[in-house]
């Protein structure tokens, strides 16, 4: 019995990980948008919800619910998440990127909310409030063995963020994300060596959203369902207190936040389910957006920089240069 118990725990550590890793995909999309390049977007959902059925489109078997059922791989699944994803946040930059934070956030959130009622209404492409059912999940010959299916996809999840985590860091110390950084600190000093802010902007906005349509086609295969309702604004506000709580511009602190945050909206869940009668449930859930602002709001004032801040990155040959450097006394001699 006792080595049930641990089976079972394993596995919902290993499913418990694996779910946290795919919202840490779409925590470092926005860690590029927002901590590199300070692109304030509130639209998260909307491109996580773009590259989820499109993968979704894309794989499953032919049904006459909605359009596609072409029932191609996984992986080009992924790969045409990211394309379309990026097609799509490409569009948009070129329309909203000139303005203000303030208003590009209005502009991504209503950008959003249209892409989550296309996908509510639009029943001949989306499946509407019904959703699209079957889709293929990875390893799905090891369902029946809820140990192993877990922990094949938790490895699967987890080399795809450390690929991206490798790729971000390696963008990060080059000169192109050095340029980010400048202007996302002083534009005018950047337009002043010659750099075009509105192209490096919308570079960034077009990479850091195919990521965001990746972690949603990640998320939709682990599943194995989509629905309209998986994208509401309660997703972007999940994602930006996981940057934040991480660490806004540490890719590394975007991938421990969405496991930290994760970790603490389901330890809530179960607490509200334990605590609750079955019929006021649905009301207490309230109850976990309302226990995340209120971390929030104490994490801006007690760890502003987050639990990793920004590490102050001038070139990828830095540390060399610092293991290089003779010591201060050595100077001073």
Known sequence: MLDLINLGLAGYIAFFLATALSYSILCLGLNLQWGQTGLFNVGVAGFAAVGAYTSAILTTPPSDVHFGGFGLPIVVGWAGAMLVSAAVTGFIGLATLRLRSDYLAIATFGVAVTIQLVALNAQWLTGGPFGIGFIPRLFGGLAGN?????FANLATIAVVVLVLYLALERLVRSPWGRVLRAVREDEEAATSLGKSPARYRLQAFVLGGAIMGLGGAVQAHFIGFIAPENYLPTLTFQVWTMLIIGGSGNNLGAILGG?????LW???????QAIFPPEQQARAAALQITGIGVLLSVALILRPRGLLGE?????????LADTLAPPASAKAD
Request: zero cysteines.
């Open 146 to 150: 809820a140990l192993a299916f877990n």
């Open 259 to 263: 496991v930290v945050i994760w970790a």
């Open 266 to 272: 389901a330890l809530s869940g179960s607490a509200i």
């Open 311 to 319: 590490k102050i990155i001038v070139s990828r040959h830095m540390d």
